[in-house]
């Protein structure tokens, strides 16, 4: 078994490209199969040296591994060998019409009430016609000549699929510069690099068809890939995510602290019967099922990733998190907030309230209290039994109970509604810090 994840680097890859690797690399890891990452690079123009680079690097940090890799740009000797493959059978024609003309003709049958598919018009021209149009400066793009058949296969996700070839327009494979499209590069390289399973968008569903076509074409064996093709995702709301991916790219969820264990776990199981849980690779492996995937558009919902990034940072050990704490923090630092974050970037406000500057909010109606509660203030050392042992001195000499005693000190002492025990905060702030914030606070 050998599966296959295929980006072009033009861009950053984004959850959507993220979901199809991780799929690709878990079902090979599920059963020993051999996981090759092709770099679809024959788009000159838009392809980025910097973008492969920031894919091998993402796709590193996320945890996923591939047994071999290779660019596009380096296999076009066997693109152009396939391609006279095609033109000496006949499947491969050139076609002469400029953009002008091809859309012109799309018009003419639409206004007819037919299928805007191309005519295959090129098919009837004579040698002496191609002659003369070459003659005439024209130089042919080629296009693939589709049997009039039906394609079908069962897909390991959508079920039984099928797409009628003649309700296509014949593909075009080569460009008039003589640059191969992907449609015939990707068969080229799944039929001669082994690939036996093609994991991939729902969006591909067409070009799946017109692909089988053009593999058999080449010498394929009928079957000779298994597909699966993954349903789209969709925003919280139902709409397309495509819109906002420059905003999910996972160089983006990185640096917003967001855990990688948290984005595997949870577009592994995104869309299908299995709940996300924060797992590692190997164990999400061990019961990966591609066939679990629901055929409905899976909605990729933000919160539903921080409450797992949540559950992942509650369990990470001090050792796991440290490389990634501001500089100086401690592991009773990361015990005391870990519960009470939803990224790493949220630390450094933390970090800077138990051992940095804050100013906190002035309560000028809890003025008199707060220095009421400095002058009970406890002499150090301290240690998980101060706050308490604080607070019950300040609620005896004030009368005071329950939220009004402690949620002024925290205030006062964190500038936060909520957050991590204070019992743990308090002997990490120091007996000089919450003297000083009590009195600003109090002014």
């Given at each position: 078994?050998?599966?296959?994840?295929?980006?072009?680097?033009?861009?950053?890859?984004?959850?959507?490209?993220?979901?199809?690797?991780?799929?690709?690399?878990?079902?090979?890891?599920?059963?020993?199969?051999?996981?090759?990452?092709?770099?679809?690079?024959?788009?000159?123009?838009?392809?980025?040296?910097?973008?492969?680079?920031?894919?091998?690097?993402?796709?590193?940090?996320?945890?996923?591994?591939?047994?071999?890799?290779?660019?596009?740009?380096?296999?076009?000797?066997?693109?152009?060998?396939?391609?006279?493959?095609?033109?000496?059978?006949?499947?491969?024609?050139?076609?002469?019409?400029?953009?002008?003309?091809?859309?012109?003709?799309?018009?003419?049958?639409?206004?007819?009430?037919?299928?805007?598919?191309?005519?295959?018009?090129?098919?009837?021209?004579?040698?002496?016609?191609?002659?003369?149009?070459?003659?005439?400066?024209?130089?042919?793009?080629?296009?693939?000549?589709?049997?009039?058949?039906?394609?079908?296969?069962?897909?390991?996700?959508?079920?039984?699929?099928?797409?009628?070839?003649?309700?296509?327009?014949?593909?075009?494979?080569?460009?008039?510069?003589?640059?191969?499209?992907?449609?015939?590069?990707?068969?080229?390289?799944?039929?001669?690099?082994?690939?036996?399973?093609?994991?991939?968008?729902?969006?591909?569903?067409?070009?799946?068809?017109?692909?089988?076509?053009?593999?058999?074409?080449?010498?394929?064996?009928?079957?000779?890939?298994?597909?699966?093709?993954?349903?789209?995702?969709?925003?919280?709301?139902?709409g397309k995510l495509s819109k906002r991916f420059?905003?999910?790219?996972?160089?983006?969820?990185?640096?917003?602290?967001?855990?990688?264990?948290?984005?595997?776990?949870?577009?592994?199981?995104?869309?299908?019967?299995?709940?996300?849980?924060?797992?590692?690779?190997?164990?999400?492996?061990?019961?990966?099922?591609?066939?679990?995937?629901?055929?409905?558009?899976?909605?990729?919902?933000?919160?539903?990733?921080?409450?797992?990034?949540?559950?992942?940072?509650?369990?990470?050990?001090?050792?796991?998190?440290?490389?990634?704490?501001?500089?100086?923090?401690?592991?009773?630092?990361?015990?005391?907030?870990?519960?009470?974050?939803?990224?790493?970037?949220?630390?450094?406000?933390?970090?800077?309230?138990?051992?940095?500057?804050?100013?906190?909010?002035?309560?000028?109606?809890?003025?008199?209290?707060?220095?009421?509660?400095?002058?009970?203030?406890?002499?150090?050392?301290?240690?998980?039994?101060?706050?308490?042992?604080?607070?019950?001195?300040?609620?005896?000499?004030?009368?005071?109970?329950?939220?009004?005693?402690?949620?002024?000190?925290r205030v006062a002492l964190t500038g936060e509604?909520?957050?991590?025990?204070?019992?743990?905060?308090?002997?990490l702030m120091g007996h000089d810090r919450v003297?000083?914030?009590?009195?600003?606070?109090?002014?």
């Amino acid at each position: 078994m050998k599966l296959r994840f295929a980006p072009s680097p033009t861009g950053l890859i984004h959850v959507g490209n993220a979901r199809q690797a991780i799929a690709n690399a878990l079902y090979a890891r599920r059963h020993g199969g051999t996981f090759q990452l092709r770099i679809d690079d024959t788009d000159r123009e838009r392809s980025r040296d910097e973008y492969v680079d920031a894919l091998h690097t993402d796709l590193a940090w996320l945890g996923i591994t591939w047994d071999e890799t290779f660019r596009q740009s380096d296999r076009l000797d066997r693109y152009a060998a396939a391609i006279e493959t095609l033109k000496a059978s006949g499947r491969l024609y050139p076609c002469f019409e400029s953009e002008q003309e091809l859309a012109s003709k799309r018009e003419a049958r639409i206004r007819m009430r037919k299928p805007p598919i191309y005519d295959r018009a090129m098919l009837r021209m004579t040698a002496e016609q191609r002659a003369q149009a070459e003659a005439n400066g024209k130089v042919p793009y080629w296009r693939f000549r589709l049997s009039d058949r039906t394609v079908a296969w069962d897909d390991m996700v959508m079920g039984r699929s099928q797409v009628k070839l003649q309700s296509i327009s014949d593909p075009v494979l080569v460009r008039a510069d003589g640059t191969v499209l992907y449609t015939l590069a990707s068969v080229v390289d799944d039929m001669e690099t082994g690939v036996t399973h093609v994991l991939r968008g729902e969006d591909h569903l067409t070009n799946t068809g017109v692909q089988i076509d053009i593999a058999e074409a080449l010498g394929g064996k009928v079957g000779q890939f298994a597909f699966a093709h993954l349903p789209l995702l969709l925003d919280e709301a139902g709409g397309k995510l495509s819109k906002r991916f420059d905003g999910l790219s996972i160089r983006a969820l990185r640096q917003d602290g967001i855990d990688p264990v948290a984005i595997v776990s949870y577009l592994a199981r995104l869309g299908s019967a299995d709940d996300p849980a924060p797992l590692s690779f190997d164990d999400l492996a061990a019961s990966y099922d591609v066939r679990r995937v629901s055929r409905s558009a899976a909605r990729f919902d933000m919160r539903q990733l921080l409450a797992l990034n949540r559950r992942v940072m509650h369990q990470m050990p001090f050792g796991a998190i440290r490389d990634r704490l501001p500089e100086g923090a401690t592991e009773a630092f990361w015990m005391a907030v870990r519960g009470n974050v939803d990224m790493v970037s949220e630390l450094r406000h933390w970090w800077d309230v138990v051992g940095g500057v804050i100013v906190p909010p002035v309560q000028d109606d809890e003025g008199a209290y707060l220095l009421q509660a400095l002058a009970l203030l406890p002499p150090e050392p301290w240690d998980a039994q101060t706050w308490k042992d604080w607070t019950t001195a300040v609620r005896d000499a004030t009368g005071r109970s329950g939220k009004s005693v402690f949620h002024p000190l925290r205030v006062a002492l964190t500038g936060e509604e909520k957050g991590p025990e204070m019992r743990d905060l308090l002997p990490l702030m120091g007996h000089d810090r919450v003297a000083e914030r009590l009195r600003i606070a109090a002014r």
